[in-house]
Every structure is written in structure tokens, then in C-alpha cells.
């Protein structure tokens, strides 16, 4: 039984389809789950803004009848008396049945799964993965097309930074017959890593820097927002931030049932005269999120509790110079192994510097 959802890599086809099955029942039958999570609580730790991920799960639990506590501003907690994430964690998992985290840090839930007693979820960490996100995505593209297989999705925008194409990619590994088209400028291509990956796994996909000339072949258009916060150099953003725009008149080439979806929010890379084309279906997403995200937590919050593995002190802080790894931070954190190999991070996936002597 999966007893985190972390990353994508937590997932199996299996699993998933029996949390999207539940998921249907929910929809269908809303009032038989009005009680079925009656006295669990479910901790909610966003280090980071969020509305859609942080209210649909507030939203989730408490349509299940759990209740929820947390905060949506670290600075209202012992994180800023300088608390370690491990004991922020260890403390929240006592009080709480299931913890969703949202971080700036990038491989925050790896770590907070390291001490926590009861399930994790991550919620987002910087622009690494956000798989409720994916769950969100592939509940949509269920409800709208029937099935998930034979697709050409074209992911479109930040894909550097878009930690939710991240993930979407990833999961698209579980169906068959899924090819994608990237599009991005070159500054803001998907990260090595990722591409990486999907050539490991034999994922279908080619790059672009257009986003008109590609749209007539697509089935799903997923657009995504320029992730200013995770820019270092301000000037760059405003030079990235509109380099895409869909508007109502790109869509006359499209296919006629191409699904337009963006995980929100959008700065202007969707125009709103799009929200009224039948194929806009970004709105119905966000609802989607909160059952799959029920779906979850009926699965999560039932769960027993029980005792992390003991962790050794490690060094990784020394290894990773990603600057946004939560291993910059932490420095007590254990090493672990990226799934992607032993030159890599296991918070963060990006390679460790080749040492000098
Ligand atoms: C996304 C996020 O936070 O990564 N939003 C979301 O969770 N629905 C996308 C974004 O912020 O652009």
C-alpha cells in the first residue's frame, strides 16, 4: 500500500485506477462520503501561496467530515524561530492522521516523509513535482475524453520551472499511446533530467518553440504560467513572461475536441475570451481537484500510524549545489539516492558537481 504520494514514482497504473474509481463513486454519490473520515485530522503545511491545491483539499476534508489544521504563512510558526523541517514534522505527524506540505524547497516532502509517522503528501516542492496536481490532470482528461491513451499533448510555457508538467509528464509513462510536444523558448526547456527520464522510459516527444504552428495536431493543449518566483534574474522574467499567449482566434485551427487545460493560476498566457470556447476546461479541472484529492484522503487518512525507519546523519548538504534543494538548508538530512542514478540528489534530482582534488 502506498503510503506517501511524493512524487509520481509512488503511483502504479494499479493504484491509480482505484483511487479514479473511487473518485467516480464520489462524484456520483457524494453524501454516502459526507462521514466516512469522521474524526481524522488532516494537517495542512503550506510554506508557500497556494489557493486551488490548499482550498480543494481543505475542501476535500472536510466533505469526507475530517477535520484540518495548518497554516498558509510560515511565518506564524516555529519555522521562523529557525525549528528544523524533522521537527516541525515529527510534531505535526503526533497531532494528525495525514500531512500535505507545500514548499519553496525542492525535495521538502522527501524529507518530511523521512520523520513522519503518518502518510505524506506533497503539495508541491519549489519547481520540482506536484503529483496532486497530475491526480488533478488525469481526473480531468478522464472526465472529459472517457479514457487516457492515444493522446498528443502539447505542454506549452515555464517547462524549466512548471513543477507540475514535471510530474505530468512522468505519470503519462502509466498510459499507452501518449506522445508529447514541448514548447518552450530554449531558456526555459524542460530540465535535462526530466527529458532524461522520459528517454529512459521510452516516452514519445519532440520540442518546440511554437505554439501556433503545433496546435492543429494536438488533443490536449496544457498551458502553464512563467514562474516568476522561482527567476533569479528579474530582468529575464519580463522578458520570458508573454512569450506565450492563447487567444480565442488561435483556437480556429484547433481540433474541434482539443482540450485547453492550465493548472491555474494564469498572468495572462490564457486570454479570457478563450474561457467561453467549449474547449476551455481549466475551470472544470480545479473542481476535479477536489475529488481526486477526496479520492486520496479517504485512501491516506485511514492509515496506521507508524514509526518512521531510523535515519542516519548525513553529508548530502556538502554534495547537492542545487540552491533551492531543501539539502541547503537541512543539513542533518541523510543522504539518499536519486531514483535517476547515484550522481544525482535524492531531494532533487539534479546532479552533484563533478568533485575537483
Ligand atoms: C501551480 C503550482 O502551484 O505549481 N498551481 C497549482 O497548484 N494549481 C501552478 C502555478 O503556480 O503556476
Given at each position: 500500500m502506498t503510503r506517501k504520494l511524493v512524487s509520481v514514482s509512488d503511483m502504479s497504473r494499479q493504484w491509480w485506477d482505484k483511487l479514479y474509481s473511487q473518485c467516480c463513486d464520489i462524484i456520483a454519490r457524494p453524501e454516502v462520503y459526507s462521514d466516512s473520515c469522521r474524526g481524522k485530522l488532516f494537517a495542512s503545511m503550506f510554506y508557500e501561496p497556494s489557493t486551488r491545491t490548499n482550498f480543494s483539499f481543505q475542501a476535500a476534508a472536510q466533505r469526507l467530515g475530517a477535520g484540518v489544521f495548518g497554516f498558509s504563512d510560515p511565518l506564524g510558526t516555529s519555522a521562523s524561530k529557525g525549528e528544523t523541517l524533522a521537527d516541525t514534522i515529527r510534531m505535526t505527524a503526533s497531532y494528525s492522521d495525514t500531512i500535505v506540505i507545500r514548499s519553496p524547497q525542492?525535495?521538502?516532502?522527501?524529507?518530511?516523509?523521512?520523520?513522519?509517522?503518518?502518510?505524506?503528501?506533497?503539495?508541491?516542492?519549489?519547481?520540482?513535482?506536484?503529483?496532486?496536481?497530475?491526480?488533478?490532470?488525469?481526473?480531468?482528461?478522464?472526465?472529459k475524453r472517457g479514457k487516457i491513451e492515444h493522446l498528443r499533448i502539447g505542454i506549452c510555457g515555464d517547462l524549466k520551472h512548471g513543477r507540475t508538467v514535471h510530474s505530468l509528464v512522468d505519470a503519462m509513462r502509466m498510459f499507452e499511446g501518449i506522445s508529447f510536444c514541448l514548447i518552450s523558448p530554449k531558456e526555459l526547456r524542460m530540465p535535462e533530467y526530466i527529458l532524461e527520464k522520459m528517454g529512459t522510459q521510452g516516452q514519445q516527444f519532440d520540442e518546440s518553440e511554437s505554439l501556433a504552428d503545433r496546435i492543429p495536431e494536438l488533443d490536449i493543449l496544457y498551458m502553464t504560467r512563467v514562474q516568476r518566483e522561482r527567476f533569479h534574474d528579474a530582468a529575464e522574467y519580463r522578458r520570458l513572461k508573454d512569450v506565450y499567449i492563447l487567444t480565442k482566434k488561435m483556437l480556429e485551427g484547433a481540433?474541434?475536441?482539443?482540450?485547453?487545460?492550465?493548472?491555474?493560476?494564469?498572468?495572462?498566457?490564457?486570454?479570457?475570451?478563450?474561457?467561453?470556447?467549449?474547449?476551455?476546461?481549466?475551470?472544470?479541472?480545479?473542481?476535479?481537484?477536489?475529488?481526486?484529492?477526496?479520492?486520496?484522503?479517504?485512501?491516506?487518512?485511514?492509515?496506521?500510524?507508524?514509526?518512521?525507519?531510523?535515519?542516519?546523519?548525513?553529508?548530502?548538504?556538502?554534495?547537492?549545489?542545487?540552491?533551492?534543494?531543501?539539502?541547503?538548508?537541512?543539513?542533518?538530512?541523510?543522504?539518499?539516492?536519486?531514483?535517476?542514478?547515484?550522481?544525482?540528489?535524492?531531494y532533487c534530482d539534479k546532479k552533484f558537481p563533478k568533485m575537483t582534488i
Amino acid at each position: 500500500m502506498t503510503r506517501k504520494l511524493v512524487s509520481v514514482s509512488d503511483m502504479s497504473r494499479q493504484w491509480w485506477d482505484k483511487l479514479y474509481s473511487q473518485c467516480c463513486d464520489i462524484i456520483a454519490r457524494p453524501e454516502v462520503y459526507s462521514d466516512s473520515c469522521r474524526g481524522k485530522l488532516f494537517a495542512s503545511m503550506f510554506y508557500e501561496p497556494s489557493t486551488r491545491t490548499n482550498f480543494s483539499f481543505q475542501a476535500a476534508a472536510q466533505r469526507l467530515g475530517a477535520g484540518v489544521f495548518g497554516f498558509s504563512d510560515p511565518l506564524g510558526t516555529s519555522a521562523s524561530k529557525g525549528e528544523t523541517l524533522a521537527d516541525t514534522i515529527r510534531m505535526t505527524a503526533s497531532y494528525s492522521d495525514t500531512i500535505v506540505i507545500r514548499s519553496p524547497q525542492e525535495g521538502a516532502a522527501t524529507a518530511a516523509a523521512l520523520y513522519s509517522e503518518v502518510p505524506v503528501i506533497n503539495a508541491g516542492d519549489g519547481g520540482h513535482h506536484h503529483p496532486t496536481q497530475t491526480l488533478t490532470d488525469l481526473a480531468t482528461i478522464a472526465q472529459k475524453r472517457g479514457k487516457i491513451e492515444h493522446l498528443r499533448i502539447g505542454i506549452c510555457g515555464d517547462l524549466k520551472h512548471g513543477r507540475t508538467v514535471h510530474s505530468l509528464v512522468d505519470a503519462m509513462r502509466m498510459f499507452e499511446g501518449i506522445s508529447f510536444c514541448l514548447i518552450s523558448p530554449k531558456e526555459l526547456r524542460m530540465p535535462e533530467y526530466i527529458l532524461e527520464k522520459m528517454g529512459t522510459q521510452g516516452q514519445q516527444f519532440d520540442e518546440s518553440e511554437s505554439l501556433a504552428d503545433r496546435i492543429p495536431e494536438l488533443d490536449i493543449l496544457y498551458m502553464t504560467r512563467v514562474q516568476r518566483e522561482r527567476f533569479h534574474d528579474a530582468a529575464e522574467y519580463r522578458r520570458l513572461k508573454d512569450v506565450y499567449i492563447l487567444t480565442k482566434k488561435m483556437l480556429e485551427g484547433a481540433k474541434p475536441d482539443m482540450l485547453v487545460m492550465h493548472p491555474l493560476p494564469r498572468y495572462g498566457e490564457i486570454t479570457t475570451d478563450v474561457d467561453t470556447d467549449p474547449r476551455a476546461a481549466y475551470f472544470e479541472q480545479a473542481r476535479y481537484g477536489m475529488f481526486i484529492r477526496m479520492s486520496l484522503l479517504l485512501e491516506f487518512l485511514h492509515q496506521p500510524r507508524l514509526a518512521p525507519a531510523p535515519v542516519s546523519a548525513g553529508q548530502t548538504a556538502k554534495e547537492c549545489s542545487n540552491p533551492a534543494c531543501i539539502t541547503q538548508s537541512d543539513f542533518y538530512l541523510p543522504k539518499l539516492v536519486s531514483e535517476l542514478g547515484a550522481d544525482r540528489c535524492g531531494y532533487c534530482d539534479k546532479k552533484f558537481p563533478k568533485m575537483t582534488i
